[in-house]
């Protein structure tokens, strides 16, 4: 039996802020249990649901070290869906409104995590082949694995992987700070160690002392090694492209699921979806303040609403595009200058354009059902579940070739009749109008062609399953056993 830690910042269903906590709570359930024990370890955030908390029961607590400090450290324990989850408790640092703050004071409380995942593994009896770490909340696991936990012979032979799931979020501080937050020695703070920049770098520790590197899909672990992607980190991913491999994430198909969803209004399936589908965007049309037309095409937008997501490209051409025969329903949060464009667009083109300025777990699986086509021309896009959960309601991805996007996305081709969406190259405006309207007059002049590619679409598997084999192999390689 081989034993995996997943050392996390979030997971489902306990606290979640964006793709990291669907990872951390849904892939661990897919390993192969009868040769793999994995197990997940996590803050316990005073903002996580009451219900959870009461659930959890209380281990046993110790003190550590950190820094200057004398910490508190709980453990709490809980199973949940077949897998054993640990929560480290310490009320001075979990206890804000939000999982995270603002720096420093979210490098001390997770150099606080790192340090104390690695404390509890002999007081909860678990000795980890493989840590599996998760961003740069966890940078610091492998670095204090290789510091002061090697004069203990429990942790001799523990392997470390650094996964990256976003490489923009680093945990960035300056050297002097973080020398005093961390307790660790001036030697880890050298270029060829911590230090980036002047500044000290918690994910760039993680990428220098883990055994093995991945980040979410084949197309971004290729990206993360130029200078556009590599959020200059990207020459010391290229010293350690043997070690860097990308394996894209999935999602769980028992939650998103047209067929068993009770949060649609019409569940339906590969075989009946051209009769039963339709049914959800009627609804939706007439809850959302759309003009009621089941043959109008509805393009759907599930985001943050920032930069990275290439709301860019679709406020520059979003009047062009509100001419055409479209409606558009938005639904999300982020920055205010996209807010207030898509308010004014649905002020504009009242019955054309729904504005949805909040985030609501339902209503997205509500517009995943009701879509015809879902558009996300992102800048960059490590792995990206959007376009994932639209292919599984047999809604058609509208991609840029980016990332994940990339490599989940098969553009239609005419010619050969393949394909599982529509997907352009550069990031440009117009050439993004050009593939929607694409995209559009496939959807009315050609709907036996748009019907065999929802079928294409609803067919593709990327549940988890498939990623955690991969997973599997990793760790078979790294413990050394094949």
Same mark, same amino acid.
């Given at each position: 039996m081989k034993n995996i830690l997943f050392a996390t910042s979030e997971a489902v269903p306990f606290i979640k802020t964006g793709g990291l906590a669907d990872v951390a709570g849904a892939l661990p359930k897919c390993f192969d249990k009868r040769y793999f024990d994995v197990r997940v370890i996590l803050p316990k955030y005073a903002c996580m649901k009451q219900e959870w908390k009461d659930k959890m029961e209380y281990i046993t607590h110790f003190y550590m070290d950190l820094g200057y400090k004398n910490c508190y450290v709980g453990i709490m324990h809980m199973e949940y869906d077949g897998i054993q989850f640990y929560f480290i408790d310490n009320e001075y640092y979990f206890s804000g409104p939000k999982p995270y703050d603002s720096a420093p004071w979210d490098l001390e409380k997770f150099a606080f995590f790192s340090k104390a995942v690695l404390s509890v593994l002999p007081v909860i009896n678990f000795r980890p082949d493989v840590i599996h770490c998760h961003d740069w909340q966890t940078g610091l696991v492998p670095v204090y694995l290789h510091d002061s936990f090697q004069q203990n012979e429990f942790f001799w032979g523990i392997k470390t992987v650094m996964t990256i799931?976003?490489?923009?979020?680093?945990? %960035?501080?300056?050297?002097?700070?973080?020398? =005093?937050?961390?307790?660790?020695?001036?030697?880890?703070?050298?270029?060829?160690?911590?230090?980036?920049?002047?500044?000290?770098?918690?994910?760039? =520790?993680?990428? %220098?002392f883990a055994d093995a590197v991945t980040t979410v899909s084949n197309t971004y672990a290729e990206e993360i090694k130029t200078p556009f992607y590599g959020e200059r980190l990207d020459g010391l991913l290229c010293a350690r492209s043997h070690d860097l491999r990308g394996i894209v994430n999935g999602i769980d198909y028992d939650v998103f699921n047209p067929e068993t969803d009770a949060c649609i209004t019409q569940k339906y399936n590969a075989k009946n979806f051209r009769k039963e589908k339709v049914k959800n965007k009627i609804q939706l049309q007439r809850d959302l303040g759309l003009n009621e037309d089941p043959n109008a095409m509805l393009i759907g937008i599930v985001s943050r609403l920032t930069d990275q997501k290439g709301f860019d490209l679709i406020a520059y051409v979003m009047d062009e595009l509100c001419q055409d025969a479209v409606q558009i329903v938005v639904l999300g949060t982020g920055e205010e200058r996209y807010?207030?464009?898509?308010?004014?667009?649905?002020?504009? /083109?009242? =019955?054309?354009?729904?504005?949805?300025? /909040? /985030?609501?777990?339902?209503?997205?699986?509500?517009? /995943?059902a009701a879509s015809d086509a879902f558009l996300m021309p992102s800048l960059f896009e490590p792995c990206g579940l959007s376009q994932l959960m639209s292919l599984r309601y047999g809604t058609l991805p509208i991609v840029r070739e980016t990332g994940g996007l990339k490599d989940t996305v098969e553009p239609y081709n005419e010619f050969e009749g393949t394909g599982t969406g529509f997907s352009f190259t550069n990031y440009n405006a117009h050439e993004m109008l050009a593939t929607v309207r694409n995209a559009e007059r496939v959807f009315y002049d050609n709907k036996r062609e748009w019907n065999k590619m929802v079928d294409r679409a609803m067919a593709a598997d990327f549940s988890w399953n498939h990623s955690a084999k991969q997973y599997e192999e990793m760790y078979n390689w790294l413990i050394g056993d094949k």
């Open positions: 799931h976003n490489l923009k979020f680093q945990g %960035v501080w300056d050297v002097k700070t973080v020398r =005093g937050i961390t307790g660790l020695s001036d030697y880890y703070f050298a270029p060829d160690k911590l230090e980036a920049y002047k500044d000290a770098n918690f994910l760039k =520790g993680g990428i %220098v807010e207030n464009m898509f308010r004014h667009f649905d002020w504009k /083109y009242h =019955g054309k354009v729904s504005a949805q300025i /909040y /985030y609501d777990e339902p209503l997205s699986h509500r517009i /995943y």
